[in-house]
Antibody, heavy 122, light 112 residues
Framework: QLRLQESGPGVVKSSQTLSLTCAVS??????????WTWIRQPQEKGLEWIGV???????YYNPSLKSRVTISVDKAKNQISLNLYSVTAADTAVYYC??????????????WGRGTLVTVSS | DIVMTQSPLSLPVTPGEPASISCWSS???????????LNWYLQKPGQSPQLLIY???SRASGVPDRFSGSGSGTDFTLKISRVEAEDVGIYYC?????????FGQGTRLEIK
């Protein structure tokens, strides 16, 4: 069974960099039919897609965050990373990583982590 | 960006009764491969979202058959044939046709 586990600091100071990792177990980040994605959810609000990285390392980012975000993959550690630069209070949210199934007949986020709350403090 | 719109935003339902949620996209989600790149998720209280329906009408693994998805192009519907107490939560539609992927506002289903 695939499992995704987000981790990182629960509090980040304003203007600093938010760095999270997503450890993948029960599967490989190198699998050809899958990409890996980050989504966030401010408290009591809806879901916002952040960006995606393919098994080969290609990335797409939400234009609303593009200038401040990078997603990378560490195949040796079997994990995905998110860096969000110059954070403000508006970046306070629960951050989820998920697997993006791009196999035949699929285009969906089929496995999600439990999420990690990041609070930006002043 | 493709805008996703859901209705209703709040849905009180009596157990055993059917429920229906609509989702519209600002442009067609029908890919050249014949699939509609529209997915449905349920976020139960205190949990991460879980996939219910993918490519418009395919049920995800382990999802009860009381859940069904339909529609094509810009109009989609999620139906629950007989609502159960465990179906409480927020339902989201989401497209994956092109970046940026966007979600609907969410529909909160509650039990009467």
């Amino acid at each position: 069974q695939l499992r995704l586990q987000e981790s990182g600091p629960g509090v980040v100071k304003s203007s600093q960099t938010l760095s999270l990792t997503c450890a993948v177990s029960g599967g490989s980040v190198s699998s050809g039919d899958y990409s890996w994605t980050w989504i966030r959810q401010p408290q009591e609000k809806g879901l916002e897609w952040i960006g995606v990285i393919s098994h080969s390392g290609g990335t797409y980012y939400n234009p609303s965050l593009k200038s401040r975000v990078t997603i990378s993959v560490d195949k040796a550690k079997n994990q995905i990373s998110l860096n969000l630069y110059s954070v403000t209070a508006a970046d306070t949210a629960v951050y989820y990583c998920a697997r993006f199934n791009t196999g035949r007949g699929h285009a969906d986020f089929d496995y999600w982590g439990r999420g990690t709350l990041v609070t930006v403090s002043s | 960006d493709i805008v996703m719109t859901q209705s209703p935003l709040s849905l009180p339902v009596t157990p055993g009764e059917p429920a229906s949620i609509s989702c519209w996209s600002s442009q067609s989600l029908l890919n050249s491969n014949g699939y509609n790149y529209l997915n449905w998720y349920l976020q139960k209280p205190g949990q991460s979202p879980q996939l219910l329906i993918y490519v418009g009408s395919s049920r995800a693994s382990g999802v009860p058959d009381r859940f069904s998805g339909s529609g094509s192009g810009t109009d989609f519907t999620l139906k629950i044939s007989r609502v159960e107490a465990e179906d409480v939560g927020i339902y989201y539609c989401m497209h994956t046709l092109q970046s940026p992927y966007t979600f609907g506002q969410g529909t909160r289903l509650e039990i009467k």
